[in-house]
């Protein structure tokens, strides 16, 4: 009983972390209909740039998170504006953008590769020491990382609903040329929300890197899970995209814990391939 509340927590925690990766994702998909296949690496980089401001710099870990998801959204908003926007003007742009961003993703993770080496790196704990009640035992640090993805979460909620930039990110999402009747440029809320996504998914793998070790090939694992998060919670979905990764996180705590970190895979794929069989829109597709 004792392991499997402690299973329980581990995997509130890492369902957490996935649900914080999974949303850059969803955001892009959502308001510009781009799957960005190079998203786990995107993730790699804002991890990466946080890295070594902290051990190159001794920059504190909030300016350097800061300076990064400055950067990251900077990034985003270049991608979009003299790559991205161009396929979409060309015909058949759903399948040259995914491909575009699966080449990119192949060429920046050999980027950071080159710039970086092959060696594992790790971003310093947010905080020492544990909590223990009764036989549970969690660190400080998890505890932080729930507290800080349930802030992000909520923050970007109230941006999505109260801020006229968010509000009309939602309509585009809904409908293009409903939103460019009502005057919404569309260019430049794609911009934006590649930017955010950016951001979003930088601050991630900052996340990330606290609780796992950093490699530059580490991002496709991110990206095949952010994959089949989205794709079960609905694409396009938020609300989705956070009870997947809450879902699949608990799923692969169990599973490690009876049957070994083996089968989360094989495990993760059965669900997802049957949630497609049953509801091909995801389990809150169409709702959010």
Same mark, same amino acid.
């Given at each position: &009983? ?7 927590? *581990? ?9 914080? &990766? ?17 998203? $786990?690496?995107?993730? +790699? ?22 300076? !990064?998801?400055?950067?990251? =959204? ?8 003299? @790559? ?11 399948? !040259? ?29 947010? =905080?020492?020491?544990?909590?223990? +009640?009764?036989?549970?035992? #969690? ?11 349930? +802030?992000? #979460? ?11 930039? $968010? ?7 809904? *409908? ?15 911009? &934006? ?16 890197? @606290? ?8 991002? %496709?694992?991110? &990206?095949?899970?952010?994959? +089949? ?7 396009? !979905? ?14 692969? =705590? ?8 083996? %089968?989360? %895979?094989?495990? %993760? ?20």
């Amino acid at each position: &009983m004792e392991n499997f509340v402690n299973a329980l927590v *581990s995997g509130l925690i890492s369902g957490s972390l996935y649900a914080a &990766m999974a949303l850059g994702l969803t955001i892009i998909y959502g308001v510009s209909r781009v799957f960005n296949f190079g998203h $786990g690496v995107i993730a +790699v980089i804002g991890a990466y740039f946080t890295w070594y401001l902290l051990s190159n710099f001794g920059v504190p870990f909030l300016l350097a998170t800061l300076l !990064s998801m400055a950067f990251m =959204a900077l990034f985003g908003w270049l991608l979009y504006r003299f @790559t991205i926007n161009p396929l979409l003007k060309k015909p058949n742009w759903e399948f !040259s953008t995914v491909l575009f961003m699966l080449g990119a993703g192949i060429l920046l993770e050999n980027v950071v590769l080159q710039i970086f080496g092959p060696r594992v790196k790790s971003i310093p704990l947010l =905080a020492e020491g544990a909590l223990k +009640v009764a036989f549970i035992q #969690i660190n400080w640090h998890e505890i932080l990382l729930i507290v800080i993805v349930l +802030v992000a #979460i909520l923050a970007l909620s109230l941006f999505f609903k109260y801020t006229r930039t $968010g509000q009309a990110m939602r309509a585009v999402a809904q *409908s293009v040329p409903g939103a460019q009747v009502v005057g919404i440029n569309i260019e430049q809320i794609f911009g &934006m929300t590649f930017a955010l996504a950016f951001v979003v998914t930088g601050f991630s793998g900052i996340l990330l890197g @606290t609780k796992y070790y950093l490699n530059p090939h580490i991002g %496709w694992e991110w &990206m095949v899970k952010g994959f +089949v998060i989205v794709t079960f919670g609905g694409l396009g !979905s938020t609300s989705g995209a956070v009870v997947a990764a809450l879902i699949l996180g608990l799923v692969e =705590a169990v599973a490690t814990l009876y049957l070994g970190a083996i %089968w989360v %895979w094989p495990i %993760w794929f059965v669900l997802f391939l049957i949630v497609l069989l049953l509801r091909p829109q995801g389990i809150l597709g169409g709702r959010a």
